[in-house]
């Protein structure tokens, strides 16, 4: 027994000393790496939770892909998520806990323009790199040189439809409706600045506010100003009942939505009515792409629903900020801040993102589905140079 004994001991003693006979360099071999962390804002509750879920679960996918082929510079990504109800005191509060309490250096906006526009003023503060992945208001990347945008602005998103009923539609008398926030404001600025150049006649401009759902007056006002076609901004939500009950009323003419109507939520809620609508900004589903079809397939399985434009553009986001940090060569906030702003025709799920303005706003065409048996449809493609990169940029 007390042979035994010696024997363990000398066994310790042996690998003690083989342990300490390494050198101090070789456990650069081994080193403990810590997670590159992702700050992540959606709206989880509230109003605008159906969109805040996919893109929650966008975002994770496009973590897990980065993650399964290797990472980035040797380490994992890690998505810090918070619920910002797509409202500005939560999206302060969430982005000063992000940057606060998880010391991310890097951060994405799943949301809509209100808790972006918070949210953008304190990550440029504090030198972080900030993508709002679908938020359209002018404030967010005018917040600085740290704040980029995968989304066309509103006004320019406005103008590319002035662009597509009057050069690829032919129409002439349009009705307007705006829905009163930052998101329909933005987006019809650039809309009524544009109809002139392209023939349009605004016969009447309607707007509504952010909790409407029933449109009698606007549908019977539109009904008497018999346009060639409407154009209408909106979430999914709002755009459904508006929709709906321009068809029950009698309006057959063509409807143009926003971006925000690219929903399956917007489908189910007008159902038939649906059909025939034409979103602009929205992106091609049946594009040969076999990172999109992968997608597709994976995000049905999360989900129980098809994807939709913002769980599109929030993968892409993560994405972008991944391959950055890769082409930045280091987990530097200010290193690849440079290398986003230099990004030059990279692969986005939704087409191609030919790179970025001065103002960090994208340079990409503008895909446009219309609704046919319940389903997206590629449209058109509006790639005027006018449009894509207009002058000043």
């Not at 980065?66 to 980035?72: D, F, L, R, S």
């Not at 950055?324 to 290193?335: E, L, S, T």
Request: glycine content about 10%.
């Amino acid at each position: 027994m007390w042979h035994r004994a010696v024997n363990r001991t000398n066994r310790r003693k042996l690998l003690l000393g083989a342990v300490l006979s390494v050198p101090l360099f070789g456990f650069a071999a081994w080193p403990a790496r810590a997670d590159i962390k992702i700050g992540f804002q959606a709206p989880l509750s509230g109003f605008a939770a159906t969109d805040g879920k996919s893109a929650k679960i966008a975002a994770e996918m496009a973590i897990e892909d980065v993650n399964n082929a290797g990472g980035v510079l040797g380490e994992k990504l890690q998505l810090i998520s918070y619920d910002d109800q797509a409202k500005s005191d939560q999206a302060i509060f969430t982005a000063n806990k992000l940057i606060g309490e998880d010391g991310v250096k890097f951060a994405v906006n799943g949301s809509y323009s209100a808790s972006g526009r918070a949210a953008a003023p304190l990550f440029q503060k504090a030198g972080i790199p900030f993508i709002s992945a679908y938020g359209v208001h002018p404030d967010i990347t005018a917040a600085g040189d740290y704040c980029f945008r995968l989304v066309h602005l509103g006004p320019p998103q406005g103008l590319a439809t002035a662009y597509f009923i009057g050069k690829n539609l032919g129409f002439k008398k349009i009705s307007a409706i705006t829905m009163d926030n930052d998101y329909g404001q933005a987006t019809m600025d650039g809309f009524l600045a544009g109809a002139p150049k392209y023939g349009l006649d605004i016969v009447n401009k309607y707007s509504y506010a952010l909790q409407d759902r029933q449109f009698g007056s606007i549908v019977a006002s539109v009904k008497r100003d018999n346009p060639d076609a409407v154009y209408a901004t909106g979430y999914f939500f709002t755009g459904g009942p508006l929709v709906a009950q321009l068809r029950a009323a009698g309006v057959t003419v063509p409807v143009i939505g926003s971006q925000a109507f690219d929903s399956e939520k917007f489908m189910e809620i007008a159902g038939p009515a649906a059909n025939g609508t034409y979103i602009v900004d929205s992106f091609d589903r049946a594009r040969n792409d076999p990172a999109l079809q992968k997608f597709f397939a994976e995000f049905q399985k999360r989900a129980g629903y098809p994807p939709e434009g913002v769980a599109a553009v929030t993968y892409s986001a993560v994405r972008l900020m991944a391959d950055a940090i890769k082409r930045a060569g280091v987990a530097d906030p200010v290193k690849v801040r440079d290398a986003l702003a230099a990004t030059k025709d990279f692969p986005m799920l939704e087409g191609n993102l030919i790179g970025f303005t001065k103002d960090r706003e994208i340079i990409m065409p503008y895909s446009i589905n219309v609704i046919k048996d319940g389903k997206f449809s590629f449209a058109a493609l509006v790639d005027a140079p006018e449009v894509v990169n207009p002058p000043g940029n």
